[in-house]
């Protein structure tokens, strides 16, 4: 089984930073994309940034140029770095992984998420 654990949420001001960590365990043939995503209050789960095998990335332009991507494929790790916040950054954010349990078997894996809350 494989499972993404996720951690690093939490109560921040605006203006101020929090660094989310999602870790893929289990058994793990290898770890393609990783993304995250994040829910608000009465909205759509949108992407805010993506992350390739190869450190190629992607980002919501709502959070360009503030948030960072970054992954360990040594640990099958994401992190999502975010830098001045803003109140409309708050939500539930959540890992989301295409991970290879075998040859030719790949699977879509969620984390259970993380709220992240910015105060005005």
């Known amino acids: 089984q494989v499972q993404l654990v996720e951690s690093g949420g939490g109560l921040v001001q605006a203006g101020g930073s929090l660094r989310l960590s999602c870790a893929a365990s289990?058994?793990?043939?290898?770890?393609?994309?990783m993304d995250w995503y994040r829910q608000a209050p009465g909205k759509q789960r949108e992407l805010v940034a993506g992350?390739?095998?190869?450190?190629?990335?992607n980002y919501a332009d709502s959070v360009k140029g503030r948030f960072t991507i970054l992954r360990d494929n040594a640990k099958n790790t994401v992190y999502l770095q975010m830098n001045n916040l803003k109140p409309e950054d708050t939500a539930v954010y959540y890992c989301?992984?295409?991970?290879?349990?075998?040859?030719?078997?790949?699977?879509?894996?969620w984390g259970q998420g993380t709220q992240v809350t910015v105060s005005s």
């Open positions: 289990g058994s793990i043939f290898r770890v393609n994309r």
């Open positions: 992350i390739t095998s190869g450190g190629s990335t």
């Open positions: 989301n992984a295409d991970i290879q349990v075998r040859v030719f078997r790949n699977y879509d894996y």
